[in-house]
């Protein structure tokens, strides 16, 4: 397997304000990581790859302007929440794939006042 | 898209009690995972299957991946309260290979 951290584990900021939140991943380099995002009582739905050295790749209807992705390393990848409102509030889950399998992060929970 | 569908919904059940769910798909898988997700966490993989007609045991959770590739069961036997939690089924699909996830079934499971 893989074992990935995030951090924070959780975040409550300011309607309008910039939060960052960081995957890592312990023990494998990963040339690509996920991030999802999870609303409550829904399942995980992919927001973007992370490629290490590249830009990302963005599912269609997230804004890359909004959720900027940096992946400078083979074992660091940031989300960048830009201008954060309330209807971002979520769990957002970063992972990555070792072989044929999705190993992920335990989630930082956003909470947009 | 593809998309996979997770039932039941939801299950309430006594602890010792054996649980079985499914996963279909209106197409075709090469892969199935399964995953537990607790409260506040990450999901985390239980059973991995790669193989149509494969049956593949973890303990006491048990997944099989169909013979026509559409769908795939996940069994736990003799339910313990630390079962508690939602069971997502997920599989890469589409062009790209991405992983698609199921709707989820939540457990409960009562002492």
């Known amino acids: 397997g893989a074992v990935v951290s995030q951090h924070p584990s959780w975040v409550i900021c300011k309607s309008g304000t910039s939060v960052k939140i960081e995957c890592r991943s312990l023990d494998f380099q990963a040339t690509t990581m996920f991030w999802y995002r999870q609303f409550p009582k829904q399942s995980l739905m992919l927001m973007a790859t992370?490629?290490?050295?590249?830009?990302?790749?963005?599912e269609q209807g997230v804004e890359k302007d909004k959720f900027l992705i940096n992946h400078a390393s083979l074992t660091l990848s940031t989300l960048t929440v830009t201008s954060a409102h309330p209807e971002d509030s979520s769990f957002y889950i970063c992972s990555v794939t070792n072989y044929n399998e999705q190993f992920f992060g335990p989630g930082t929970r956003l909470t947009v006042l | 898209g593809q998309q996979l569908n997770q039932s039941p919904q939801s299950m309430f059940i006594q602890e010792g009690e054996d649980v079985s769910m499914n996963c279909t798909s209106s197409s075709i898988f090469n892969t199935w995972l399964w995953y537990k997700q607790d409260p506040g966490e990450g999901p985390v993989l239980l059973i991995a299957?790669?193989?149509?007609?494969e049956l593949t045991s973890n303990g006491r959770l048990t997944a099989q991946f169909g013979i026509t590739r559409k769908d795939s069961f996940l069994n736990i036997s003799a339910s313990i309260p630390s079962d508690v939690g939602i069971y997502f089924c997920a599989g890469p699909g589409g062009a790209t290979n991405k992983l698609i996830f199921g709707t989820g079934t939540l457990l409960a499971v009562q002492p």
């Open positions: 992370s490629n290490e050295g590249s830009k990302a790749t963005y």
């Open positions: 299957l790669y193989k149509a007609g």
